[in-house]
């Protein structure tokens, strides 16, 4: 798949997103019901709306792909080791924050081609502001009704604070070892992919998850915050997060942040 190709497809995803979105809001009006997974996660209607409104678009628009999203059936090893480029979404990631009504929800789509994520869409449903990033194009936000404008991650300010994001529904002490690692810092708590788009557009330095996520979680977001200049990195090896390479979907503990100048595994917890 070429750079022109991603392009091609941003805008669709992008409009594909924005109608997933309207479908959560909808939802997110109601008195809606909350149901249990197997893995004991939350699950809602909105979930499923919008599950099914992503599908039906990326079948359309790349009808030879194939989609693996959250909400899908468990799609065996064997079958996706042999998919060399794929959509990975996760149609309402930060259901805990839906279900607390905060707004700090998000959806997610990603191009995965060769176990990496080359396009990446974020869209805020309450907000209406919208991530997104292809590689070959740029990194990008936009507001409702304003032009998009390009996003990159920043350098560390001398003598200031080390700016952190943290998981609003999953701290722990983890979080809490690394960031007292770092020297001073201020930590902001915030829902779903929103931090790592933080980190992307420079409005925060890094963002340590020392918990478990699935792959639907960063791939996205991940896309978006590697084009804007930033990476995002296991905290066990220090190598970039690599996608369907392996029969598990958690991704290992990571760090995602924008100047590669600090060596921020020195952080990590080795407990």
């Given at each position: 798949?070429?750079?022109?190709?991603?392009?091609?497809?941003?805008?669709?995803?992008?409009?594909?997103?924005?109608?997933?979105?309207?479908?959560?809001?909808?939802?997110?009006?109601?008195?809606?019901?909350?149901?249990?997974?197997?893995?004991?996660?939350?699950?809602?209607?909105?979930?499923?709306?919008?599950?099914?409104?992503?599908?039906?678009?990326?079948?359309?628009?790349?009808?030879?792909?194939?989609?693996?999203?959250?909400?899908?059936?468990?799609?065996?090893?064997?079958?996706?080791?042999?998919?060399?480029?794929?959509?990975?979404?996760?149609?309402?990631?930060?259901?805990?924050?839906?279900?607390?009504?905060?707004?700090?929800?998000?959806?997610?789509?990603?191009?995965?081609?060769?176990?990496?994520?080359?396009?990446?869409?974020?869209?805020?449903?309450?907000?209406?502001?919208?991530?997104?990033?292809?590689?070959?194009?740029?990194?990008?936000?936009?507001?409702?009704?304003?032009?998009?404008?390009?996003?990159?991650?920043?350098?560390?300010?001398?003598?200031?604070?080390?700016?952190?994001?943290?998981?609003?529904?999953?701290?722990?002490?983890?979080?809490?070892?690394?960031?007292?690692?770092?020297?001073?810092?201020?930590?902001?708590?915030?829902?779903?992919?929103?931090?790592?788009?933080?980190?992307?557009?420079?409005?925060?330095?890094?963002?340590?998850?020392?918990?478990?996520?699935?792959?639907?979680?960063?791939?996205?977001?991940?896309?978006?915050?590697?084009?804007?200049?930033?990476?995002?990195?296991?905290?066990?090896?220090?190598?970039?997060?690599?996608?369907?390479?392996?029969?598990?979907?958690?991704?290992?503990?990571?760090?995602?942040?924008?100047?590669a100048s600090r060596d921020w595994l020195s952080?990590?917890?080795?407990?």
């Amino acid at each position: 798949m070429n750079d022109d190709n991603r392009v091609a497809w941003l805008d669709a995803v992008r409009a594909l997103a924005a109608q997933a979105s309207q479908r959560i809001l909808e939802i997110y009006a109601t008195a809606f019901d909350v149901t249990a997974k197997d893995d004991n996660s939350p699950l809602t209607a909105a979930d499923l709306a919008a599950h099914q409104t992503i599908l039906a678009g990326l079948r359309q628009l790349t009808p030879e792909l194939p989609i693996h999203s959250e909400e899908s059936a468990a799609i065996p090893f064997a079958e996706r080791a042999q998919w060399r480029c794929y959509w990975l979404v996760d149609p309402l990631d930060g259901t805990k924050e839906f279900i607390k009504r905060n707004g700090e929800f998000t959806v997610n789509i990603a191009l995965i081609e060769n176990h990496e994520p080359v396009l990446g869409v974020v869209q805020v449903p309450v907000t209406g502001r919208c991530y997104f990033a292809a590689r070959g194009y740029g990194a990008f936000r936009q507001e409702p009704g304003q032009p998009p404008q390009p996003i990159a991650t920043q350098t560390l300010q001398p003598g200031q604070p080390i700016r952190v994001v943290g998981s609003k529904s999953h701290g722990g002490p983890g979080l809490q070892k690394f960031v007292a690692a770092l020297g001073p810092h201020q930590l902001v708590a915030i829902g779903s992919s929103l931090k790592f788009c933080q980190v992307a557009e420079g409005a925060a330095d890094v963002y340590p998850r020392m918990g478990p996520t699935s792959e639907w979680d960063t791939a996205a977001a991940q896309a978006i915050v590697e084009v804007a200049g930033g990476q995002v990195i296991s905290a066990e090896t220090g190598q970039p997060l690599r996608y369907n390479t392996r029969d598990s979907l958690l991704n290992p503990h990571f760090i995602v942040y924008g100047d590669a100048s600090r060596d921020w595994l020195s952080a990590v917890p080795r407990e």
